[in-house]
């Protein structure tokens, strides 16, 4: 307690003394000097310059401590969190700072760390082995460990997320209602036996009433729903060992017909998944104009799936899949995505799924029928097993529509390599069946420049 003590009075001096020279600044800036050209000064020094130079570090070791310094803190301050056991805490402070003194060696092994209805707060460096805690989110009941509500511009970085004793239906990360721009980076996640999420993007249903028909929705004429997190940033960060059954990496969107429509601007790049086998669906987007690009996924059960919502990008992905039972590439569903560049390594369910699907009014709806989908310039090699399937997974089988698929190339020894079950009027041009396989179009990634081995601060 001593050092938050001598924080606080050393606080208290430096506010009081910048009070003072502030207000002396801006006597001196106001006083006329005469007739003509003034001697140049300092008193028009920017007072944010003067803000910054005032900012304080708490140096903390114990919870009581960490909530003393939480109280004080203020716009710029840091607090700093010794090697050590913690529990959680709720961040009701902007712009602050709380990070280890050495990083993963301060602990959060109980509660959960909630951001709330802040901005501009970084949390890193930490090692969050929490179970987690019962929390109302968005007007439903969840179980989790690190929660974003209503929060703009913060950031979890370099931390090393391993949960222990967590529930089934635990969420790791989750970011829910009015949260904008918010960023997830250089983080651990992982291992995982318990079902649940590593990260979970989604926004409140209450309240949105839900037309028996989606159709007008689907076509963009919904109305808007204020309460989702958007233009989450999720980065470098390193994800494995997700057990089979125990759900998927992650989720952008989820809640039904109140967010498929939502334009969410979820970008998901340059993270590492390995070992990631816990649903078929690795990555399911469940919003609109989201980005799934540049990451690397080894041996995981599953695909990246869009399966809800329109005007999805899936570019620049390595798949290296090895053979291992169960893995797969990439599926969709419903209208104007984008898949390009994406490179696809042995896989042994398919390598690629552009759906049929069902009539939005259906009563047994379960997948759109694809529209004006643009499918170029992927990689898929080793296929096997299955190959590429055009027209596949629904009740109605209604045939993709408007669709391009073209400048693929397509290796492997299955029976059939472009299986066109149900190709609507889909246009195919310059795609390859044989030949060697093209290399590799860009350098995997590794933990060396994912999770927190990567950042520093």
């Keep these: 307690m001593k050092s938050v ?10 506010r009081l003394l910048l009070f003072l020279f502030i207000t002396i600044v801006s006597a001196g800036a106001c006083r006329k000097t005469g007739v003509g050209p003034e001697t140049p000064s300092n008193n028009n020094l920017p007072v944010e310059n003067i803000l910054a130079a005032a900012a304080t570090t708490y140096n903390v070791s114990n919870n009581s401590q ?20 913690y529990s959680g805490f709720t961040v009701t402070k902007s712009g602050i700072t709380i990070q280890a003194a050495n990083k993963g060696n301060a602990t959060v092994s109980s509660g959960i760390i909630r ?39 913060c950031r979890l970085a370099g931390s090393t997320l391993k949960l222990s004793g967590q529930a089934s239906g635990t969420q790791w990360v989750m ?19 318990v079902r649940g999420h590593y990260i979970f993007v989604r926004g409140n249903r209450t309240g949105i009433t839900i037309p028996a028909n989606r159709t007008s929705w689907a076509n963009g004429n919904g109305p808007n729903n204020p ?16 057990a089979a059954g125990t759900g998927e990496i992650m989720v952008l969107g989820g809640i039904g017909v109140a967010g498929d429509y939502q334009n969410t601007s979820t970008v998901v790049e340059s993270n590492l998944f390995v070992n990631c086998d816990g649903d078929a669906e690795i990555i399911s987007i469940k919003s609109s104009n989201n980005t799934v690009r540049n990451n690397t996924f080894r041996t995981s059960v599953g695909t990246i799936s869009s399966r809800a919502g329109n005007s999805n990008t899936i570019s620049g992905n390595l798949l ?46 379960s997948h759109a029928q694809v529209f004006n989908a643009s499918v170029t310039g992927n990689i898929w090699i080793n296929m096997n097993n299955r190959g590429v399937i055009i027209g596949h997974g629904s009740n109605d089988m209604l045939p993709p529509t408007g669709c391009t698929f073209s400048n693929n190339a397509l290796r492997g020894s299955a029976s059939t390599l472009l299986n066109l079950r149900l190709p609507g009027n889909t246009v195919f041009s310059n795609n390859s069946t044989s030949g060697s396989n093209p290399a590799m179009p860009s350098t995997p990634l590794t933990t060396s420049n994912t999770g927190p081995g990567s950042y520093s601060y």
């Design 227 to 242: 309460n989702m997190a958007r233009n989450t940033r999720i980065d470098h960060n390193y994800f494995h060992d997700m």
């Design 115 to 153: 951001l709330s209805k802040v901005s501009s707060v970084t949390i890193q460096g930490l090692r969050i082995t929490t179970p987690g805690s019962n929390q109302t989110v968005d007007g439903e009941s969840f179980r989790v460990a690190v929660w974003f509500e209503a929060s703009n511009n």
């Design 66 to 85: 960490l909530n003393t310094a939480m109280s004080s803190a203020v716009s710029g301050d840091k607090i700093v969190m010794a090697n050590g056991t």
């Design 320 to 365: 290296l899949q090895a053979g291992k039972s169960g893995t797969g590439g990439i599926k969709i569903y419903e209208k104007n995505h984008s898949v390009t560049g994406n490179y696809v390594d042995n896989p042994q369910d398919y390598g690629f799924v552009l759906g049929a699907g069902d009539s939005y009014a259906s009563s047994d709806f």
């Design 5 to 14: 003590l001598c924080n606080l009075c050393t606080v208290a001096n430096n």
């Design 175 to 193: 970011l829910s209602g009015n949260s904008n721009n918010n960023r997830i980076d250089h983080n651990e996640f992982g291992s995982n036996s």
